[in-house]
């Protein structure tokens, strides 16, 4: 089972990313899927999540309006758009599966940095 994250990158402040994650050996439909970021120095907290019913979503209140978790299930894919971002979003972001608060997979992340 891997989970491959990928679409980081250096932006500005107002720019837009979409982070993909692809995974192998595990069916996405069948699992909670979210993306949690970590900061230097600070604690790992939780970005986004769809439920794998594939209906609720739920997002961290600093992401809420401007972030959109999407599982797209015929591609074993799920997707992180961030819209308007701040210097405050830079993190290395992480993909996971499984049930909150601690998801039994993750994937490696991908570094996100947005310039002021």
């Known amino acids: 089972v891997q989970l491959q994250a990928c679409g980081g990158g250096l932006v500005q402040t107002g720019d837009s990313l979409r982070l993909s994650c692809a995974a192998s050996g595990l069916t996405f439909s069948s699992y909670t899927l979210s993306w949690f970021r970590q900061a230097p120095g600070k604690e790992r907290e939780l970005v986004a999540s769809?439920?794998?019913?594939?209906?609720?979503?739920d997002y961290g209140d600093s992401v809420k309006g401007r972030f959109t978790i999407i599982n797209d299930n015929a591609k074993n894919t799920v997707y992180l758009q961030m819209n308007d971002l701040k210097p405050e979003d830079t993190a290395r972001y992480y993909c996971a599966a499984g049930a909150l608060p601690n998801p039994f997979k993750w994937g490696q992340g991908t570094e996100v940095t947005v310039s002021s």
């Open positions: 769809i439920s794998w019913r594939g209906g609720r979503t």
